[in-house]
């Protein structure tokens, strides 16, 4: 598909989308959004070769769980394109950024913004926490750990057969916390699984808290690299630095990159919330009211209306 | 006598696998324990090897599967169900993939102990969505399974025996098929896996007492064929007794409970395995007699819903088979 915007842009407009929705919607993955905004918007621009969608712009309603008896299912990879051997497939392995994946979707184009008013309701697919059916997934992740190994199992599969196309992973930190992660990164070394690479956002944040004070997991970079994949650190919000770091080589073993973010990044108000970023609520009307002045300033949009918004 | 057949797991996956493109051979550093270690020899470019690292064999098999390929994953029954779980539930089960889980030493088959013994595979596995669950009771069905679990559209989990296996039958496995081998009026004796060849040793001596026996092996134990099951329970007049290598609760002996109990059949039930309790380690014919699983255990069994004694006794049954500890087939050794 052709870029109709820079990538910078797209990462902004994610940050105003979650931001919108967050306000709306009384609290939101908005720290997600803050670190990985430019991480998704790099994938969907420019670092994945990805076909037209398949799928309607307006997702269709959940239509079951695939079973014998539901021929018809279909997962949501089809907002990333087609399975077709030329193209590379992206596994959203943290699916509790879904919110931010879905946004980065209708940036590209590749979904339509109504899609992110079903968001969470009752009988849509476009679920809180991303499912297979849900708008831009292929794979259930909502347990967090298995993305890279299925990823690694697709891609040695996608290599027999001879297919140009790669697998990419989008991962989390806190993923790291998980055994499976390392032995996903062991499997895919011994295997010289080279067509399979992660995008992962460091941000230091996990449901508790920091991640130093919930469990501390130390140098990421030596780990990687003592475990077989080629791995580099960059900064997550420097453009540059992510094309630089997906242009490594890395013949004959996995590429993680290691994205350093902020998960305030573009919304420094967060910054008070520290180290409870994981889902912002607000604590009052009035922290409603001020955060929206605040971070809408900040993103160079206008408040939300949250009289209109009032239901 | 009863022909032993050594090891029959190692060649019907070798031509089961020559004859498929897609079948791809897993294995987590257990390759000649499920016999497949001259697969590996022979066609190195079949196998993966995934280590001692079951969760991400779990989930690169569904990635193969997302690539096509219908991974065949070797190791002890208990290291795909229970550490892996998580994984066999999201990477697995739900989207439905063409999964082969290739499950040894299930129930008490292994002097492994609780860690190696698959007592609550079947109650695990039968209650997860999308799942196809066989069990092998002879070298005719381990020679069969390959094929048979290869039939079927989403994943699988198979109890495989392995080493020295007896012949009980001559014919493959038909999914969804229970084996008829005995049409009596009195007793409905339903087995699976070993315990069939335990119920084959006492239909002499219930013959010679006067017991008309009724007798449903099965191998397919989800889907379940319950109109044909339930005739059966009509055909008999006094009950049903079920023997398997399992707990009895979530096993075989539930599943015909829940079948009698919604049909309403009014008949009674006894359901022998393992009763709410782990095993230990030891061989195979010490720890069914010990944990009741045996021909002895199965006649006591019959007995109870006969409410009267046969009055046949242990040397009237059929000779269980004793394999030297340290034979050849090595059927126990780890």
Not at chain 1, 224 to 236: K, L, N, P, Q, W
Not at chain 2, 121 to 141: F, K, Q, W, Y
Request: include cysteine; hydrophobic fraction near 45%; proline fraction near 5%.
């Amino acid at each position: 598909m052709e870029n109709a915007k820079t990538t910078a842009e797209i990462a902004d407009g994610i940050r105003r989308r979650v931001f919108v929705h967050a306000m709306r919607n009384n609290g939101g993955y908005l720290s997600q959004a803050c670190s990985a905004a430019e991480q998704l918007a790099f994938l969907y621009n420019e670092a994945l070769t990805l076909g037209a969608p398949t799928l309607p712009p307006v997702p269709r309603p959940f239509a079951g769980v695939p079973s014998a008896d539901n021929p018809d299912y279909v997962t949501g990879a089809g907002y990333n394109g087609p399975a077709a051997p030329e193209f590379d497939r992206l596994f959203i392995a943290p699916a509790h950024y879904a919110l931010v994946a879905y946004a980065a979707l209708i940036e590209t184009g590749r979904m339509d913004e109504a899609g992110l008013e079903m968001f969470n309701r009752d009988g849509s697919s476009v679920e809180m926490i991303g499912a297979e059916h849900s708008p831009g997934m292929e794979v259930h992740n909502g347990t967090l750990g298995i993305g890279l190994s299925t990823a690694a199992g697709l891609a040695f599969g996608r290599k027999r057969r001879g297919e140009a196309g790669e697998v990419c992973v989008f991962m989390s930190d806190g993923e790291v916390q998980e055994g499976q992660t390392w032995e996903a990164v062991q499997a895919a070394a011994h295997h010289r699984i080279d067509n399979l690479w992660a995008l992962m956002d460091v941000n230091d944040q996990q449901c508790d808290g920091a991640m130093g004070d919930v469990m501390e997991v130390r140098d990421l970079v030596a780990k990687f690299r003592s475990f077989g994949a080629v791995c580099v650190e960059v900064d997550a919000h420097d453009l540059d630095a992510l094309r630089a770091a997906k242009a490594t080589p890395h013949e004959g073993a996995p590429l993680v990159v290691l994205a350093r973010s902020s998960p305030t990044k573009g919304m420094a108000f967060l910054q008070r919330r520290f180290p409870r970023l994981h889902y912002v609520r607000f604590k009052s009307t009035e922290e409603r009211a001020e955060m929206n002045t605040a971070i809408a300033e900040e993103l160079g949009v206008p408040p939300v209306d949250l009289e209109a918004e009032a239901h | 006598m009863v022909e032993m057949v050594n090891r029959p797991y190692a060649a019907a996956f070798e031509k089961h696998a020559l004859a498929n493109a897609d079948v791809l051979c897993l294995s987590a550093d257990l390759t000649s324990s499920c016999e497949i270690d001259g697969f590996r020899d022979r066609h190195p470019d079949r196998f993966v090897s995934l280590g001692m690292a079951e969760q991400n064999m779990m989930s690169f098999a569904g990635g193969l599967g997302l690539a096509g390929y219908r991974p065949f994953l070797h190791s002890f029954g208990v290291f795909l169900y229970r550490r892996p779980y998580d994984q066999l539930i999201a990477s697995v089960a739900y989207p439905r993939r063409k999964v082969r889980l290739m499950g040894f030493l299930p129930g008490i088959t292994t002097p492994g102990g609780m860690t190696h013994q698959a007592i609550e595979d079947i109650a695990v596995m039968r209650s997860i969505p999308n799942m196809t669950v066989l069990e092998t009771g002879d070298a005719t069905e381990v020679e069969s399974i390959c094929a048979a679990a290869d039939s079927i559209d989403g994943p699988v989990y198979c109890r495989v025996l392995r080493g020295g296996v007896p012949r009980l039958f001559d014919t493959p496995i038909e999914v969804g098929r229970m084996r008829e081998l005995a049409l009596g009026k009195d007793v409905l004796v339903v087995t699976s896996g070993i315990a069939t060849e335990e119920a084959l040793r006492c239909r002499a001596a219930l013959e010679g007492a006067g017991v008309s026996l009724r007798h449903l092996h099965i191998h397919t134990i989800k889907p379940f064929d319950r109109a044909a099951f339930l005739d059966h329970v009509s055909a008999v007049s006094k009950g049903v007794v079920v023997l398997e290598n399992h707990v009895i609760d979530g096993g075989v002996g539930s599943l015909i409970a829940e079948m009698m109990a919604e049909a309403g059949s009014g008949k009674r039930l006894v359901r022998l395995g393992l009763r709410d309790t782990f095993a230990h380690g030891g061989s195979r014919p010490y720890l069914m007699k010990h944990y009741g699983l045996d021909a002895t255990a199965l006649l006591a069994g019959i007995e109870e819903l006969l409410g009267e004694k046969t009055g046949i006794a242990e040397d009237d049954l059929a000779a269980a088979r004793v394999e030297a500890v340290h034979s050849g087939v090595k059927a126990e050794a780890l």
